[in-house]
């Protein structure tokens, strides 16, 4: 009686996550098409790659082509992706006896800023979904050999998605793998080197195998750190470009939101920017040797910068009007796409918008909830899916500390989601709550401190 209980409930709750998903697809069809996912459909139609956006992608959108054009057909993948993760997730819940989590799991799914990143059309979307879907997979069929395979393929294609992917990843495969492989740390530190390879490899060998031209996005981060660095430092780290005063021209395009002003788009790019240091900043030892040099020289400001940036980057000690939003709405492109107005739509967004403000929003808050968890649930070893997801979100959390040139909430998605799902399982078992209290407190002393610091900042 209890099994047929339970496949009638599984049964019911697919087909609210299907109607979910079919809802949600329909407040943004055909998809919002931002200028990143402008420029690789462009590539998509054409055949032609480059390695500014990961080719990996613009590849698959070619050939989901035969579904239909536009964004369509992308819009629908992301949404299979986090409806099918989500639901796999819920029916493990479930199916352990935890009712509570797979309820908070699905409240979850249903956060305003989640469902904007889902119905935009964006790697950072593409990347989540499918990390979603492997990792529950991996947990709704545990004896599975075939979901195991799967699932690791899934993670190794995900990684073709973000060259910081592999954080991320890393303890999500570790899970796919036997547990005698992971059972002491030394079997734990070899198999994960070894499962590191793949994952490193992924997104060179896919360019490679592309042929996607080089488009030197390497150079945002060693301008935008040099930039930095000359601002804090009150210096000039930069090659020679023929500009005067370059100090005063940097102090002036510098920003610890986002490395835009030394790009070539925008209203006013730098006079000091990627136009002008492409060619200079070969020469020397090369990119990386500016780079470094600038770093040994400046460490103190190297620092300053970076953690100036990842306070933006992770909306901490910040004003919220100072940080970009979410997007509302399609740029305008050559194929006029576009979403129409629509009402729940529009209020959708707002609450979005609204919860970017909120404790919620700010992925500071749920970076310091990931290292909770792992205090209160420090081992991998047991196979325990919270632990992985919980690493896998704070290792990708804290990459964007010394690899990030923007401060967008899209960049978190993974971090969020990871979070959100790991505390569901572990702060729904009573028997987290019956840990000794200093535990208990030492688990909850980081989200508090970073919520405290937050509100007074903005006060």
């Known amino acids: 009686m209890k099994n047929l209980t339970d496949r009638r409930a599984i049964l019911m709750g697919g087909g609210a996550i299907m109607l979910l998903a079919l809802l949600h697809g329909a407040l943004f069809w055909p998809g919002i098409m931002t200028w990143d996912a402008i420029r690789q459909y462009g590539q998509a139609l054409n055949g032609q790659y480059d390695d500014w956006h990961p080719p990996a992608m613009n590849w698959l959108w070619r050939q989901l082509g035969l579904f239909g054009a536009?964004?369509?057909?992308?819009?629908?993948?992301?949404?299979?992706?986090?409806?099918?993760?989500?639901?796999?997730?819920?029916?493990?819940?479930?199916?352990?006896?935890?009712?509570?989590?797979?309820?908070?799991?699905?409240?979850?799914?249903?956060?305003?800023?989640?469902?904007?990143?889902?119905?935009?059309?964006?790697?950072?979307?593409?990347?989540?979904?499918?990390?979603l879907l492997a990792s529950g997979l991996l947990v709704a069929r545990p004896g599975s050999r075939a979901a195991?395979?799967?699932?690791?393929?899934?993670?190794?294609?995900?990684?073709?998605?973000?060259?910081?992917?592999?954080?991320?990843?890393?303890?999500?495969?570790?899970?796919?793998?036997?547990?005698?492989?992971?059972?002491?740390?030394?079997?734990?530190?070899?198999?994960?080197?070894?499962a590191a390879i793949p994952l490193v490899l992924a997104l060179p060998l896919a360019n490679t195998a592309l042929h996607a031209k080089r488009s030197g996005v390497e150079l945002s981060l060693v301008i935008y750190d040099l930039g930095g660095i000359g601002a804090f430092a009150r210096t000039d780290v930069?090659?020679?470009?023929?500009?005067?005063?370059?100090?005063?021209?940097?102090?002036?395009?510098?920003?610890?939101?986002?490395?835009?002003?030394?790009?070539?788009?925008?209203?006013?790019?730098c006079a000091i920017g990627f136009t002008t240091l492409a060619a200079p900043l070969k020469t020397g030892h090369g990119p990386y040797g500016w780079w470094a040099a600038?770093?040994?020289?400046?460490?103190?400001a190297y620092a300053g910068h970076r953690l100036a940036h990842f306070d933006r980057n992770t909306r901490f000690l910040v004003?919220?009007?100072?940080?970009?939003?979410?997007?509302?709405?399609?740029?305008?492109?050559p194929w006029s796409f576009t979403v129409a107005p629509n009402g729940w739509r529009s209020a959708l967004q707002h609450a979005a918008d609204a919860l970017l403000?909120?404790?919620?929003?700010?992925?500071?808050?749920?970076?310091?909830?990931?290292?909770?968890?792992?205090?209160?649930?420090?081992?991998?070893?047991?196979?325990?899916?919270?632990?992985a997801l919980a690493?896998?979100?704070?290792?990708?959390?804290?990459?964007?500390l010394p690899l990030s040139v923007a401060s967008e909430v899209r960049y978190h998605f993974w971090t969020m989601t990871a979070v959100g799902i790991a505390a569901a399982l572990v702060l729904s078992q009573r028997a987290t709550w019956r840990l000794p209290r200093w535990q208990l407190a030492l688990a909850a002393a980081p989200l508090l401190i970073v919520v405290a610091a937050g509100v007074i900042a903005r006060a």
């Not at 020679?240 to 021209?249: D, F, I």
């Not at 500071?364 to 919270?386: E, N, S, T, Y």
């Not at 690493?391 to 964007?400: D, H, Q, R, T």
Request: aromatic share 10%; hydrophobic share 55%; with cysteine.
């Open 70 to 131: 536009g964004p369509a057909p992308m819009l629908v993948l992301q949404l299979a992706l986090y409806w099918g993760g989500t639901a796999w997730w819920m029916q493990a819940a479930w199916a352990r006896g935890q009712r509570a989590a797979a309820g908070a799991i699905g409240l979850l799914a249903l956060s305003p800023i989640v469902l904007v990143l889902v119905g935009t059309i964006l790697k950072d979307s593409l990347f989540a979904g499918t990390l």
């Open 148 to 194: 195991r395979i799967v699932a690791a393929l899934l993670l190794v294609a995900a990684a073709t998605l973000r060259f910081n992917a592999v954080p991320a990843c890393l303890p999500l495969l570790l899970l796919a793998l036997p547990t005698a492989w992971r059972r002491t740390w030394p079997r734990l530190g070899a198999t994960a080197v070894l």
């Open 238 to 269: 930069f090659p020679r470009t023929g500009v005067s005063n370059p100090v005063a021209v940097n102090a002036d395009c510098y920003s610890p939101i986002s490395w835009d002003r030394y790009a070539w788009w925008g209203a006013a790019p």
């Open 294 to 300: 600038a770093v040994a020289a400046n460490p103190l």
């Open 319 to 333: 004003h919220d009007a100072d940080l970009p939003g979410l997007s509302r709405q399609s740029d305008p492109n």
């Open 357 to 387: 403000t909120t404790p919620p929003g700010w992925p500071i808050c749920w970076l310091a909830l990931g290292l909770g968890l792992l205090v209160l649930r420090p081992r991998l070893g047991g196979a325990d899916p919270a632990v």
């Open 391 to 400: 690493w896998s979100a704070v290792l990708y959390g804290f990459s964007y």
